[in-house]
């Protein structure tokens, strides 16, 4: 069977049909008031009229979502969900404009789009209750302003060819889920900070032998750590090597599939690869509930031309 072989996949009514028993399977929801299926449908074809006296306002399945007002077929938009949703590595913007018969601005805007339907923001602390959450640093990419010089007495985390590098930050939770950060430095105050507001005290930390870690670290049920200049990869149950695989990953995909990547588009690429590892077979998600999952997180998003990032 044809991966696209689903109505919603080839017919626009379809995949509005699809759309809305996604994000409303409690009935219409109104955007202007949030009266929920209190609503009726209008002659126009998927737009509904809120019901409500004070409100009495037109809407449909996207407005107030990522596709709101956009000129691509809707069947497409579900077409591009599942192809970013099931390529381990990424598509690029290249290979949607071809395969979606779409011009190539309109295929890397609607990527950035659905990077941000995949974005998670206000979630639980990771770790707690003895689990173990790796931490670790990567660096990607030349910085494209020049770095700020630092006070002498501030020594440089990385040395020589990292020194002005983009850093990357990510912790892994052993089993579970990912969360990386762009921040400007990788520093040891603005990794302690990532660290402290994104794990339970409870939490035993892995991490190598980093110093940036070092304080933080005393605020966790434990901080055990490997030494990788020793090549010591693994003690016991001490590793680093969840996190170092999710950076293979990251790493695979940036070079060999989107190959360049502006600075201050780093983070939605940071959040595409954090849902998919997130979201992973290992986890018990398949394509089609990886990619209903993102059009879910397309609810209550706008991603405008006038700020792509």
């Known amino acids: 069977m044809s991966t696209f072989s689903a109505p919603h996949f080839t017919d626009d009514q379809a995949a509005r049909e699809y759309l809305e028993g996604l994000l409303w399977p409690d009935g219409p929801i109104c955007p202007h008031c949030g009266t929920i299926n209190h609503a009726y449908a209008t002659k126009r074809a998927g737009v509904y009229r809120c019901a409500e006296a004070e409100c009495r306002k ?40 071809r395969t979606l018969d779409i011009g190539y601005e309109a295929a890397w805007f609607m990527c950035h789009r659905i990077r941000e339907a995949m974005r998670d923001g206000g979630l639980a ?62 520093d040891g105050e603005s990794v302690a900070a990532i660290v402290r507001e994104n794990i339970a005290r409870e939490t035993r ?36 090597n969840t996190v170092e695989g999710y950076f293979s990953i990251f790493k695979r995909g940036m070079r060999g599939v989107y190959q360049h990547c502006k600075e201050k588009h780093l983070h939605r690429y940071l959040a595409e690869y954090d849902f998919r590892f997130n979201h992973r077979t290992k986890l018990g998600f398949n394509d089609g509930e990886r990619a209903a999952l993102a059009v879910k997180g397309a609810a209550g998003k706008r991603l405008t031309y006038r700020g792509p990032h």
């Open 58 to 97: 037109d809407f449909t399945v996207t407005m107030r979502t990522v596709m709101e007002r956009s000129k691509i077929a809707l069947h497409k938009w579900l077409q591009a969900f599942h192809l970013m949703c099931a390529s381990k590595k990424g598509i690029s913007a290249h290979q949607l404009h």
């Open 125 to 186: 602390p990771l770790g707690g209750g003895g689990g173990i959450v790796e931490a670790d640093e990567t660096y990607f990419g030349k910085q494209e302003a020049p770095k700020l010089k630092k006070p002498r007495t501030t020594p440089y985390t990385k040395k020589g060819h990292f020194k002005n590098n983009r850093a990357i930050v990510s912790l892994v939770e052993r089993g579970g889920r990912v969360r990386s950060f762009h921040p400007a430095h990788a």
């Open 205 to 240: 930390l892995h991490t190598d032998e980093s110093r940036l870690y070092v304080k933080v670290g005393a605020e966790f049920a434990a901080h055990e750590t490997v030494n990788h200049s020793a090549k010591e990869y693994a003690r016991g149950d001490v590793t680093t």
